[in-house]
């Protein structure tokens, strides 16, 4: 029934009908995809669910303080110090960008400015040398698209020889978050494909065949992209910059790597059809199950992040789940049809003639469970002491956050001009507090607030409607940094202490505490739920309770190897080297790290295991187990390793980007699918399976007759079909 239906895609006639189809769908989907970063939404405020207290502030100050408005800061540098003429010329500066478009009606201010109407805060520092301005920028909901071009017109209008000059606050960052993120819908797509195609080169050996994976990877995420646009528009979709850069890393990854199992499936039935129509029915009915379960597997996986309550977390799962649903259709749709429209000259000049004899069966991987088999406890039980020495590195990971001048791999304008004016003991001012309270108790309030260290003097109370009233007070530090955060938490405990005030406590640095807080709760509550909805898979899967959990140990086993290494380079390797310009290396992550590191590395790590598993549980059923495991590492070793290579590059293609995050997030990734391709999957589970035989399978009745007990000498015969017929071996070949 499977093999009919997989006919029917691929024949003489449907064959053309798939890639018209795909074409037209492309074509339709292409535009929508290229607008994917006009509805992105890279604002802190939208990453929060509503129940935050930093997101309860900015509902009550609706319409009071506008969401939109953001504080910017020039600063200015002259060693020595600054003269008289150079703060004359800053109030130049100041007339000239209040005429800016989208600089608010309260203009900019300048240090004389300030000076003369009593401004309790300096903008001039004690020794001379540092000056800032100050202003906001308003632009609307989409305000993070205007503001790259106004920070240039800015940049261009505040210069003065012999002075060093920089965009700072709140402005400056969002300047330079889009600096960071251009080009990232063209930039980091082809630094992938190229990264692909050179694998794909080596994997094939052929200077043609690597085009069709390639072609049909493109189309996916043309398509996936243009779905996730029309969600994102009309559906509520949360889609922001970082996840639309891990969105087609993923789609060309996974793409590439279904297209490895299926063309290697496709190659072995060419062997054995003469017809390449009939060839492909045959090699879709086999492989389309495994891929099939892999894709669902990262799907529901990927799905279980709507349970965070960050809400860019929650959106990032349907976002790839869209990618990875997409891609497996186009994998089992249109790159067959292509296959079969090129024919067999595609695999040149490797061309698998009908009747030829299939190698898999000596190959490396053949050699690799030969050695394993004759001690396979000796070899599972040092493989999983080495990976628990690896854990030992998670003591080294500190996911308690990145503050700004840790976000970013290089050191940007925004960067420089913040650790000048902490550097000369003056304020940002772009960075406050916001406290909404009860106007009767907005006394009590303010003087609760004088007593908390990191605080400026709050401002006056201003009424805001209804009883309540708001305040503000500017912090002297990072409004990422765990000084910023303690002072966070410091007000907020002494203003909710007070009986009757209801006070709320927001800003900028309390939504960054806040962020942390959710995503500290999502590691604890989505880790599990990962972990049960994939160990569910893999036991209606396997049709067994042990083989699953034995699974589900080993990925988490590599999971803690993967970010146990990891933060060892993080805060070793890459900090001794000066790999990247940031301050002191990787020392901190972002408290989402782990989690995202998890979701992936769990639901695509758990692929190679389903892809080995369901090809040894094939094969159990006729010699065993233990044979049977041998078979299925040496016939799905090589295609699998090469898979894994595959998606180990392209996230590592992440740290092109100047994110620390995604830089983290890309070598995490990329070790942890590495360990699982070629010590968990052909070292440890191969080795378990030896060492259990058919108790894997408990409570099955699987391999329970005939192939409990085999010599362990006998394991490393050839691999061979003990009816000798040519070519039967690969007939039972399938991933």
Known sequence: MHRQIAGKLTGRVTKWIVLLGAVVVVGLMAPLNAQLIDVQNNEASSWLPES????????????????????????????????????????????????????????????????????????????GEVANLAFTFNFGADGWLSIPDAAEEVRDIARIDGVTVHLAGYGGQAADASAAFEGIDTNLILATLLVVILILLFTYRSPVLWLLPIISAVFAYMISGGVVYLLAKYAGLTVNGQSQSILGILVIGAGTDYALLLVARYREELRRHEDRHEAMAFALHRATPAILASAATVVIGLLCLVFSDLNSTAGLGPVLAVGVTVTFLVMVTLLPALLVICGRWIFWPQRPAFGSEEPTGR?????????????????????????????????????????????????????????????????????????????????????????????????????????????????????????????????????????????????????????????????????????????????????????????????????????????????????????????????????????????????????????????????????????????????????????????????????????????????????????????VRSVLVTAINLDLGGRIWWPSTLDRAGHEVTPPETYAEPLTDPTGEPGSESERVSV
């Open 52 to 127: 935050a207290e930093s997101t309860q502030v900015l509902e009550e100050l609706t319409g009071t303080v506008d969401p939109n408005d953001i504080d910017t800061l020039v600063v200015y540098y002259r060693e020595g110090g600054l003269t008289a003429e150079d703060l004359a010329t800053m109030d130049a500066h100041a007339a000239e960008i209040a005429k800016i478009g989208g600089v608010t009606d309260e203009g900019v201010l300048s240090p004389n400015a300030a000076q003369q109407a009593g401004i309790p805060f300096p903008l001039v520092s004690e020794d």
């Open 363 to 679: 190959g490396m991987w053949a050699k690799v469970g030969s050695a394993i088999a004759p001690r396979p406890r000796r070899v599972w039980v040092v493989t999983t002491g080495l990976l628990l020495l690896a854990c030992l590195g998670l003591f080294k990971l500190d996911p308690s956050g990145l503050a700004q001048d840790e976000q970013y791999t290089k050191e940007f304008d925004s960067i420089k001009g913040q650790s000048l004016l902490a550097d000369h003991g003056l304020a940002d001012t772009s960075n406050t507090v916001q406290v909404v309270t009860d106007t009767d108790q907005a006394p009590a309030v303010m003087d609760a607030l004088s007593g908390v260290s990191g605080l400026g003097q709050p401002s006056e109370p201003i009424e805001i409607g209804d009883g309540r009233s708001f305040l503000t007070a500017t912090l002297g530090t990072d409004m990422s940094s765990t000084a910023s955060f303690d002072a966070v938490g410091a007000a907020r405990d002494a203003v909710h202490d007070l009986d009757g005030a209801d006070a709320l406590v927001g800003g900028a640095s309390a939504f960054y505490l806040d962020t942390k807080i959710a995503s500290e709760r999502d590691n604890k509550v989505i880790i599990p739920i990962v972990l049960v909805v994939v160990l569910l898979i893999l036991m209606i899967l396997l049709r067994a309770l042990v083989a699953p959990l034995i699974l589900i140990g080993t990925v988490i086993l590599s999971f803690g190897a993967a970010l146990g290494i990891s933060a060892v380079l993080f805060t070793e390797v890459f900090t001794r080297i000066g790999l990247f310009e940031v301050n002191d290396g990787f020392a901190h992550t972002d408290p989402g790290f782990p989690l995202f590191a998890f979701v992936f590395l769990v639901a695509l790590g758990i692929d190679y295991n389903i892809f080995l598993m369901t090809r040894v549980r094939e094969e159990a059923a006729q010699h065993g187990t233990r044979k049977g495991s041998l078979i299925a590492l040496s016939s799905t070793g090589g295609v699998i390793t090469s898979a894994g290579l595959v998606l180990a590059a392209t996230f590592l293609v992440l740290g092109s980007l100047p994110l620390v995050f995604l830089a983290q997030l890309g070598v995490a990734v990329a070790l942890g699918v590495l360990l699982d391709t070629m010590i």
